[in-house]
């Protein structure tokens, strides 16, 4: 076991011990416990916002280049660390160690990216009788609570801009993923002030205690769109501003004239990556009749070729599910699969670990549209392959969710696939790829998948708020 010593919050640029006692993190891969962190007290948690409240006024008072070296600098200490950091993600993950290596690596790409951006001001008039500029302007200290899937590069998300813009932040990692997390907090101190990044962990009731706190401006919250509501109900008594990226029920359309078997280790990754534990991951694949038993053979054929086991083995392509509540979620899903009738058209043989979370990868044949496999967001390496005759239907099926995040269109003919892509209700359409998100474009759901965007200019402007200044000029 790692020891507990190793781990502690920051808070004020110091590193905070534990006060209500610690909370086991558990490898997934093995279900046994590997570290104890720091379990926050309110006491705690209020210190950490009057840390950042302290801090806020010399962070926002800097220029924005002055802020973006020191930033830059934060970067390069995590890349710096890329082996180490990437290590003990997939102990606390799951994911295998050259998906944790990427995400390392992303994380600090994604800071960079964000540095790039700017937002200037902009004169509304300039006449002989008036000056109106308006300036966005930082909103104060936002709390940021980020999920386990991708516990670095989704912290980021909200790092990045937060303090870009002029804002300080107290950050609360998943209870299921705070190791990572709490090493980049200690690589933050001697390159962030004192109190401009604060990070706190503990179990579920430290969220709530975050979003209701009186203290914080702005929550940004990565998760589920049921726990989304509670943080913005939550957030409601205090009026903060909020950014909440929620979940997503993403389709893949696959017309006619695609490649089947070019594209299909393409479409496995896009469900399958990190098991299917990415809210943009393909979770409904509609496929059109002509073309559906090529694909499936060759999905199947992919399938055989991924290897299931410890993220920290040489070859392994999927690790296990992060935590018991999702492992006993998706195997209930697929239970229920089973129970209803539907022809399971695979799932992976070979060697399953006994210990961990490990779910087989699992493909089911073509369900009724009103199944759960296809309604529910299922998060885990179970996919529905869904038959379509008419383009007009898969794109009705395709729109038919509360769901809005993403969806991926897969064609030879880039004009017509563009078409179909126009006609989908999502805040992101990909047109023969999918997941590629980057830090200059703006990312967010479109109804049950969240409100506001992260990435891009729009995602600055999140945490800002504009300030209008009226010159009235004297008379000639």
């Known amino acids: 076991m790692i020891s507990e010593s190793d781990y502690a919050m920051l808070i004020g640029g110091a590193r905070a011990g534990s006060a209500d006692g610690t909370c086991a993190v558990v490898n997934p891969a093995t279900g046994e416990a590997i570290a104890h962190v720091p379990d926050c007290s309110q006491a705690q948690l209020d210190e950490a916002v ?13 220029l924005p280049e002055d802020r973006r070296v020191k930033l830059l600098a934060f970067a390069e200490a995590i890349l710096a660390q890329e082996a180490p950091l990437a290590r003990l993600l997939t102990q ?45 302007v930082p909103l104060g200290v936002v709390g940021a609570i980020v999920p386990w899937n991708f516990p670095l590069l989704l912290a980021m998300f909200k790092i990045g801009p937060a303090l870009v813009t002029g804002n300080t932040m107290v950050l609360k990692p998943s209870p299921f993923t ?3 997390t709490l090493r980049i907090a200690e690589l933050s ?9 604060n990070v706190v962990c503990g179990e579920d009731r430290l969220g709530p205690l975050i979003t209701a706190h ?14 989304g509501r509670r943080v913005m109900a939550a957030s409601a008594d205090t009026l903060k501003r909020v950014t909440l990226e929620l979940g997503g029920n993403d389709a893949a359309i696959v017309l006619p004239d695609a490649d089947v078997e070019r594209i299909a280790p393409e479409l496995f990754w896009a469900a399958f990556r990190n098991n299917g534990q990415i809210c943009i991951a393909t979770k409904r694949l509609y496929v059109h009749r002509s073309v559906y038993p090529r694909l499936k053979e060759a999905l199947v054929a992919y399938a055989k070729t991924v290897r299931l086991g410890d993220g920290t083995e040489q070859g392994v392509g999927l690790g296990p599910l992060n935590n018991k509540p999702q492992f006993d979620r998706v195997r209930e899903l697929i239970e229920d699969s089973r129970a209803q009738g539907y022809d399971v058209l695979f799932e992976a043989a070979g060697d399953v670990p006994d210990k961990g979370y490990f779910v087989p990868v699992t493909i089911i044949d073509n369900p009724p549209e009103t199944a759960r496999i296809v309604q529910e967001e299922q998060f885990g390496p179970v996919l529905p392959l869904l038959v379509y005759d008419d ?5 009705a099926r395709a729109n038919a969710s509360e769901y809005g995040l993403g969806c991926s269109i897969w064609g030879s003919d880039e004009c017509a696939a563009a078409g179909i892509a126009a006609r989908i209700q999502s805040g992101t359409v990909w047109i023969n790829e999918t997941q590629h998100l980057s830090p200059l474009a703006s990312f967010g759901g479109w109804k049950q998948s969240g409100l506001g965007t992260e990435g891009g200019r729009e995602g600055l402007v999140e945490y800002t708020v504009p300030r209008t200044i009226v010159l ?5």
């Open 50 to 62: 009057a840390a950042a409240r302290a801090a806020f006024p010399a962070w926002s008072a800097l």
């Open 92 to 136: 606390e993950q799951g994911k295998p160690l050259h998906e944790a290596e990427r995400e390392v690596m992303g994380c600090a790409g994604w800071l960079k990216g964000v540095c790039a951006l700017d937002l200037p001001d902009e004169v509304n008039e300039d006449s002989e009788t008036r000056l109106s500029v308006t300036r966005r």
């Open 178 to 180: 705070p190791l990572t």
């Open 189 to 197: 101190r001697g390159i962030l002030p004192d109190g401009v990044l």
């Open 214 to 227: 009186p203290g914080i401006d702005k929550i940004s919250f990565t998760g589920s769109t049921a726990t």
């Open 391 to 395: 383009i007009e239907d898969a794109v």
């Open 472 to 476: 009235k000029r004297a008379e000639a």
